[in-house]
């Protein structure tokens, strides 16, 4: 029989039962369920709302089926409809009419959004920690090519010399931004919705300071209406998922064109590699391309909850039951994606002189050779025309900065002395750049241990 049987003179018809119920996805809600349900009667019993010898029973009842759940010995029914009235019914069930008064003071609406709520804040600690483990990778590569001098890119055209282990810094921040999101968006939802009722509280005496603390929220949330109807951190989270994703598929789409014969700067490991079913050569970088890939799905969950939500009236709505399948989904895809992106990073051999030797072509060391004439009195914009002027025959003839003789300078500037070689040397143009921020040895070393500490700081409060 249905909860609400009681208002209703006909059964629910199948096909309306199998399409409302959500116990095939909300079952995974079952420890937020029945830790939210323990707490709730904790406050009942304290509160004298329920008898204590009722509230203790329910309690020892919760935890033997969380026990049941967690051995693979309770089978959910779709009858039943979601996670929280198969619990319930099997609680009494089992205990008799106790378990009917488990639901005093309280609504499927504040029991979803405390269940959720716990579920997600549960979830974002792992992530971050899996991001941690990529900053230590991207720490470990970084360190081991401070002076692996490669092309910096704009426009996927060579621009200015860098080098790689910069470059691994540029994405260890990136990483660094994912995590304080996820911070952020942790600490703004640490608050119980439980005790809101259906959206405007209870007549009945609860502690919703109480239930909070034994839930570990640091406060109840404000306003009743807001908290039964309230996804605000289910999207800030998907949204800090997506930037997440986006990082790992810029990442990605590097590491794919880096490691093709075009460009072959690195080298997958054969284990994190996959070949072709009729091509004997080839090495796919397959796991760089699903995680690309992936990312459009987490998008997806995103603009889904977004989509949902943009209509509704206060306070809840049952379109709301679509709130979980998007996270559950992104959770999945983002636990999944960031372990094995980090080992295939953490395993790909770095080729240092195939980065060298697109970084001697290209021009990339021209910006320098205008500032070396700009150091000895010209303006700019006069040397940026005069360099223009030597790339342009160099392409002519062949040649490069580098190789073009003294005489082919002067000819074009008085201002160009023997030193110009000493100006254009790559390695010089790299450690030239001692700006804060920039590829310098010395400067990606302070950053290195900037994100080391960032690092450090967070294993601390683990």
Request: proline share 3%; with cysteine.
């Amino acid at each position: 029989m249905k909860l609400w049987a009681g208002r209703f003179q006909k059964e629910t018809d199948t096909l309306v039962n199998d399409f409302n119920a959500s116990i095939n996805l909300d079952a995974r809600l079952y420890r937020q369920d029945i830790t939210g349900s323990i707490a709730h009667a904790t406050m009942l019993g304290e509160q004298g709302i329920i008898a204590r010898e009722e509230a203790d029973k329910i309690i020892a009842g919760l935890q033997a089926i969380l026990a049941d759940i967690d051995a693979g010995g309770v089978e959910f029914s779709l009858e039943n409809e979601d996670i929280h009235m198969n619990i319930e019914t099997i609680l009494t069930q089992r205990i008799g009419d106790a378990g009917k008064r488990l639901h005093t003071a309280r609504s499927r609406n504040d029991q979803v959004a405390v269940d959720f709520r716990l579920f997600v804040k549960q979830e974002i600690p792992k992530i971050i920690a899996l991001l941690l483990d990529l900053e230590r990778v991207l720490i470990r590569k970084a360190e081991a090519t401070l002076d692996a001098v490669m092309p910096g890119y704009t426009h996927l055209q060579r621009a200015q010399p860098t080098t790689f282990a910069h470059y691994m810094m540029a994405y260890a921040n990136m990483i660094r931004r994912d995590i304080t999101r996820f911070e952020d968006c942790l600490e703004r939802m640490d608050e119980s919705p439980l005790g809101a009722g259906a959206l405007a509280t209870s007549s009945y005496p609860v502690n919703r300071q109480r239930t909070a603390e034994l839930l570990g929220f640091k406060k109840p949330t404000e306003n009743s209406l807001d908290s039964v109807s309230d996804r605000d951190y289910a999207i800030e989270f998907l949204s800090a998922c997506s930037l997440c994703m986006m990082h790992l598929s810029r990442f990605s789409e590097e590491i794919i064109l880096w490691c093709s014969w075009e460009f072959k700067f690195v080298d997958l490991d054969d284990a994190y590699s996959t070949g072709s079913s009729i091509m004997p050569q080839k090495k796919n970088p397959d796991v760089a391309e699903l995680v690309r890939g992936k990312t459009g799905r987490v998008y997806g969950d995103l603009i889904t909850l977004l989509t949902v939500m943009k209509g509704l009236p206060l306070a809840y709505n049952k379109d709301m039951q679509e709130d979980k399948e998007p996270v559950f989904d992104a959770i999945d895809t983002i636990e999944m994606c960031i372990p094995v992106f980090g080992a295939m990073l953490d395993t790909l051999t770095v080729r240092p002189k195939n980065m060298s030797k697109a970084a001697a072509g290209g021009f990339i060391n021209a910006t320098d050779c205008a500032d070396y004439l700009t150091k000895k009195g010209m303006p700019f914009r006069e040397a940026y025309m005069i360099v223009g002027r030597l790339v342009n025959m160099c392409i002519q003839s062949g040649e490069t900065l580098d190789t073009l003789t003294l005489r082919d300078f002067r000819a074009i500037s008085g201002l160009f002395d023997s030193d110009i070689y000493d100006a254009l040397d790559l390695r010089h143009c790299v450690s030239a750049r001692k700006v804060y921020g920039g590829p310098s040895k010395e400067d990606v070393t302070r950053q290195i241990e900037y994100i080391r500490a960032f690092v450090s700081e967070h294993e601390v409060r683990a």
